[in-house]
């Protein structure tokens, strides 16, 4: 079947989630976050997934700034970083992550291609709206949708359907890019087209549904959303 709207998860599939940790080290005087900057990342990114996960199994809702910040506070721990100064200017530089070089001109060729386009994230809607406008990409998305306005977070199916009620397409007509192998899996699940950015080359997860086609990043989507479009 066709498609109409292509969807993107944010953080770690249009956003580099370590870009906050790495450009934080690059500072002078960082010398003790430089040796461990990479597990920081990812330990970092790691909590963050799972207490989203714990919080929705377990209906304790809270907003993904209070889950960045929870997940960094362990991940410093597990680290040996103990200071206030540098865990503020690590979430400060969160709000200001960093795009993946191809993102800006994927999104302007699905645009010209007259694809609707959307970000459909955990992330709160001013975390999102300070991410699209530091990587100058709003001009090219017609929405961004947030988990917090049905308040639980993926892979809740009632945070796909907002896809839906947005756009007035069936689940069939939306091709879903996320990063994360879990998520994208989920969508499949729901009845999107999927796609997987498989950035970091991981296996594939055990769940009862997988993402339909496997990228290691965002520079073919244009081309195939074009032939989605086409039937294809």
């Not at 060729?109 to 459909?120: D, E, R």
């Amino acid at each position: 079947m066709p498609i109409t709207t292509c969807v993107f998860d944010a953080y770690g599939t249009l956003f580099d989630v370590a870009a906050a940790a790495r450009e934080a080290a690059a500072e002078p005087g960082r010398e003790a976050l430089a040796e461990v900057w990479p597990k920081l990342a990812a330990d970092w990114r790691l909590k963050q997934l799972q207490y989203t996960w714990l919080r929705a199994v377990a209906d304790a809702h809270a907003d993904f700034w209070q889950v960045t910040q929870d997940g960094l506070d362990w991940a410093m721990a597990a680290n040996g970083l103990n200071d206030a100064e540098l865990r503020e200017r690590l979430l400060a530089l969160y709000w200001e992550l960093s795009a993946y070089p191809e993102v800006p001109a994927m999104l302007a060729a699905l645009k010209s291609a007259g694809f609707h386009t959307a970000i459909l994230s955990n992330g709160s809607p001013e975390m999102l709206a300070g991410a699209v406008e530091s990587a100058g990409i709003g001009g090219d998305l017609d929405d961004v949708l947030s988990v917090e306005s049905v308040g639980v977070f993926k892979p809740h199916a009632s945070v796909y359907r907002l896809v839906s009620e947005r756009f007035g397409c069936p689940a069939h007509e939306v091709l879903f890019v996320s990063s994360n192998g879990w998520d994208a899996a989920a969508a499949a699940g729901f009845g999107f087209r999927t796609l997987w950015a498989n950035r970091a080359g991981e296996p594939v997860d055990r769940l009862p549904w997988r993402p339909e086609r496997e990228l290691r990043d965002l520079s073919a989507v244009a081309d195939i959303a074009g032939d989605l479009k086409q039937g294809n």
